[in-house]
């Protein structure tokens, strides 16, 4: 069996084409749409990201601010720039880009985001409304995800998927996203200190990877016609590696490759939240 593969490229452009329609229709009734980010520091992977987030604003005309903050930033200073993004009118929503340097209490900027503003649902209060099941901006990778396996009709009523990783940009939000009733998958959450990863993996119709372990699932670890969604990054010699080893292409159903898979759906579903934002505030 060769997978058949999750196109997340394909799809995320697909996404951005219909948000570009959505945005004209604002920009009609005279609302605009604004995407803030905040990049601290010159991290290559995360100044990417960000270049990428700003390149697809351009794409569907959504209006761009940037904050961009040297790599000796002060705590101070991420917080004056994320006091900007909330007194902005042009700003719909922004994100501030992740991980933040070191020294930089992470948790305290995100929860001085305006939820109203917060386009990565990583806020206190929309996590806690994802935990309560009530609307709110969903964070971008786990939203991604669902809708990938959606298009692709990947069954997950009753699915059995395991997650690997608990950081809350994938995997914790991922968990409380599939066990909604609106997906009702059986979630089961590994981690570094799971005793037999392989026995989880094993049983698992859906596996998502995003431990940030190159290679770190193989095919003997997967169970024929599963599907496995590859979210882990890391730098080998410079070159972008996933969590999946390659030969699990013969042995899964489905397939979201890294890059190409869950990548670009992260970077749709930040468009959407923003899109979503301004249809909300102006009532359409
Ligand atoms: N504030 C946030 N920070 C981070 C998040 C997040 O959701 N919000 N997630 C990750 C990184 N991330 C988003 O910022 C992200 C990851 C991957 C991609 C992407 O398009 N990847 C491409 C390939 C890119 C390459 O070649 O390097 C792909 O997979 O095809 C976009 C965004 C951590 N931080």
């Given at each position: 069996m060769t997978a058949r593969?999750?196109?997340?490229?394909?799809t995320a452009a697909e996404i951005r084409a219909d948000l570009a329609k959505r945005v004209e229709a604002l920009r009609e009734r005279g609302v605009r749409v604004g995407l803030g980010t905040v990049l601290v520091g010159d991290d290559p992977?995360?100044?990417?990201?960000?270049?990428?987030?700003?390149?697809?604003?351009?794409?569907?005309?959504?209006?761009?601010?940037?904050?961009?903050?040297?790599a000796d930033a002060s705590q101070e200073d991420v917080e004056r720039a994320v006091a900007e993004l909330n007194a902005d009118p042009a700003c719909t929503g922004y994100i501030v880009q992740l991980p933040l340097p070191k020294g930089l209490d992470e948790h305290r900027v995100l929860e001085l985001i305006d939820p109203a503003k917060d386009a990565d649902g990583l806020h206190p209060v929309n996590l806690g409304r994802l935990v309560l099941m009530q609307p709110g901006p969903l964070p971008?990778?786990?939203?991604?995800?669902?809708?990938?396996?959606?298009?692709?009709?990947?069954?997950?009523?009753?699915?059995?998927?395991?997650?690997v990783?608990?950081?809350?940009?994938?995997?914790?939000?991922?968990?409380?996203?599939?066990?909604?009733?609106?997906?009702?998958?059986?979630?089961?959450?590994?981690?570094t200190a799971t005793r037999d990863l392989a026995a989880h993996t094993r049983r698992a119709d859906i596996v998502v990877a995003a431990a940030g372990v190159p290679g770190l699932i193989t095919a003997d670890m997967v169970k024929p016609g599963a599907a496995v969604l590859d979210v882990g990054v890391s730098r080998v010699d410079g070159k972008l590696t996933g969590d999946v080893a390659p030969e699990v292409r013969e042995v899964a159903g489905w397939l979201a490759?890294?890059?190409?898979?869950?990548?670009?759906?992260?970077?749709?579903?930040?468009?959407?939240?923003?899109?979503e934002a301004a249809e909300a505030a102006a009532g359409a």
């Open positions: 593969i999750l196109d997340g490229k394909a992977g995360s100044s990417a990201y960000v270049n990428m987030k700003h390149r697809d604003c351009a794409e569907v005309g959504i209006e761009s601010i940037r904050r961009d903050l040297p971008c990778t786990p939203k991604g995800i669902v809708e990938l396996l959606r298009r692709y009709d990947v069954p997950l009523r009753g699915a059995e998927v395991v997650v990783g608990r950081g809350i940009t994938v995997g914790r939000s991922l968990g409380l996203l599939l066990t909604r009733r609106t997906e009702n998958a059986t979630v089961t959450s590994c981690h490759p890294n890059p190409g898979g869950v990548g670009p759906m992260t970077r749709a579903m930040l468009l959407a939240n923003v899109v």
